[in-house]
């Protein structure tokens, strides 16, 4: 079965750092994109960037470039998603999701962030 | 303020057909494939829709997607409770820097 499995639920402070991750399965992991999006709150879904596990190749939307790192490490079929300085503003659901030529066709299960004092 | 422009909310009864439109730009829908995902309460979303008018396999063919030109359309016919949830359209947008735009999205409600 082809799945991606994201790391569980946080809670930090604004400043910290955070890294959160999604493992993909029953697939060839380095052949598809990996995109994640962003869900603020009773708001839409923002499309951050994406990255090609098979050669770490990456795009960022322009509202969240130098905002936040995507990495992938293909020994272990894993992308993050990663924040040096937590604000109170990305309080969020992230979803990673495989972006193939048909679209996301697959997605994970969302990992909330909270950043609170 | 979303690149794409969705209704917020759209309504229908068990049955009737609804429509839900999704406007863009020549950078964006006017030049790219249209890709719809259906958002159930408390859930990921789901692709619908890609290509513009291609279904998945396992998406009734109750939902069918349109273009033309720099707008787009999802229309779902046979409604039914289930249905209810939100609706995304996404394309590709040639002036972000090769990035994907989402539509602010629109709220089915069955009535």
């Known amino acids: 079965e082809v799945q991606l499995v994201q790391s569980g639920a946080e809670v930090k402070k604004p400043g910290e750092s955070l890294k959160i991750s999604c493992k993909g399965s029953?697939?060839?992991?380095?052949?598809?994109?990996i995109g994640w999006v962003r869900q603020m709150p009773g708001k839409g879904l923002e499309w951050m960037g994406i990255?090609?596990?098979?050669?770490?190749?990456?795009r960022y939307s322009p509202s969240f470039q130098g905002q936040v790192t995507i990495s992938a490490d293909k020994s272990i079929s894993t992308a993050y998603l990663q924040w040096s300085s937590l604000k109170a503003s990305d309080t969020a659901m992230y979803y990673c999701a495989r972006r193939e030529l048909h679209g996301m066709d697959v997605w994970g299960q969302g990992t909330t962030v909270t950043v609170s004092s | 303020q979303s690149v794409l422009t969705q209704p917020p909310s759209a309504s229908g009864t068990p049955g009737q057909r609804v429509t839900i439109s999704c406007s863009g730009s020549s950078s964006n829908i006017g030049s790219n494939y249209v890709y719809w995902y259906q958002q159930l309460p408390g859930t990921a979303p789901k692709l619908l829709i890609y290509r513009n008018n291609q279904r998945p396999s396992g998406v009734p063919d109750r939902f069918s997607g349109s273009k033309s030109g720099t707008s787009a359309s999802l229309a779902i016919s046979g409604l039914r409770s289930e249905d209810e949830a939100d609706y995304y359209c996404a394309a590709w947008d040639d002036s972000l820097s090769g990035s994907e735009v989402f539509g602010g999205g629109t709220k089915l409600t069955v009535l």
């Open positions: 029953g697939y060839s992991f380095t052949s598809y994109w």
């Open positions: 990255i090609y596990p098979g050669d770490s190749d990456t």
